[in-house]
């Protein structure tokens, strides 16, 4: 079975710029969460889909957006870039909504540079 | 609220040596708690989970962690390091309840001495 994939792995855009990353779940997933890390505040949850819903969303300001497909497949949008949105984003995935404390499987991330 | 402590952000052992990383937790529900290894430029893999039942958990390549709810605390070890164990570690806690939102550490970079 596949794992969670992202795409791409490296982008570097410019301040202001927006940028859309995209997550592909492992097949019969249908949570998808996202993350951010940096060197500074570590791992932070960013916003958690089932369902093409979001069901929670992390301490980001409103540039920081996302949508989950029937598919299940997400993308994560974030606009007018800022230098210190340079960071590892990374996806997971889960088979369902999280009662049972199943874990969450991680693709490799997508590592943005904004200059 | 949830949160996670880890108490060295740097370990160093010998290659054969004990590893002991740990990890202290504060929860207002029972938790969920996780360990993850992070390799350079990958995402996170899942060593181990405790959910509920028995409090020695025993994962992948050899690791173990104990939950001690009197202590709380998760600590992960395995007895005797290997090169390959150099990476860094994050432990991470849930509620579990409705939502998969994971609360990590700071993560503890683990080096092998040869």
């Known amino acids: 079975k596949a794992g969670v994939t992202q795409t791409p792995r490296y982008l570097i855009k410019t301040r202001g710029q927006q940028v859309t990353l995209s997550c592909s779940p492992i097949?019969?997933?249908?949570?998808v969460s996202w993350y951010q890390q940096t060197p500074g505040q570590g791992l932070q949850f960013l916003f958690e889909y089932f369902s093409e819903t979001q069901r929670n969303k992390g301490n980001f300001p409103g540039r920081f957006s996302g949508r989950q497909f029937s598919n299940s497949r997400s993308e994560m949008n974030v606009s007018t870039l800022e230098l210190g949105d340079s960071a590892l984003y990374l996806c997971?995935?889960?088979?369902?909504?999280?009662?049972?404390?199943?874990?969450?499987?991680f693709g490799n991330g997508t590592r943005l540079t904004v200059t | 609220a949830q949160s996670v402590t880890q108490l060295g952000s740097h370990v160093s052992v010998s290659e054969g040596a004990l590893v002991l990383l740990r990890c202290n937790y504060s929860s207002s529900v029972p938790p969920y708690l996780f360990w993850y290894v992070q390799y350079p430029n990958q995402g996170l893999q899942l060593l181990l989970k405790?959910?509920?039942?028995?409090?020695l958990v025993k994962g992948i390549n050899g690791f173990e962690a104990e939950f001690k709810k009197s202590e709380t605390s998760f600590h992960l070890t395995k007895p005797s390091a290997h090169m390959s164990d150099a990476a860094e570690y994050f432990c991470?806690?849930?509620?579990?309840?409705?939502?998969?939102?994971?609360?990590f550490g700071k993560g503890t970079k683990l080096s092998v001495i040869p």
């Open positions: 097949s019969g997933h249908r949570s």
């Open positions: 997971a995935s889960s088979p369902e909504v999280g009662t049972t404390g199943s874990p969450l499987h």
């Open positions: 991470a806690v849930s509620s579990g309840a409705g939502s998969y939102q994971l609360t």
């Open positions: 405790y959910t509920t039942g028995a409090t």
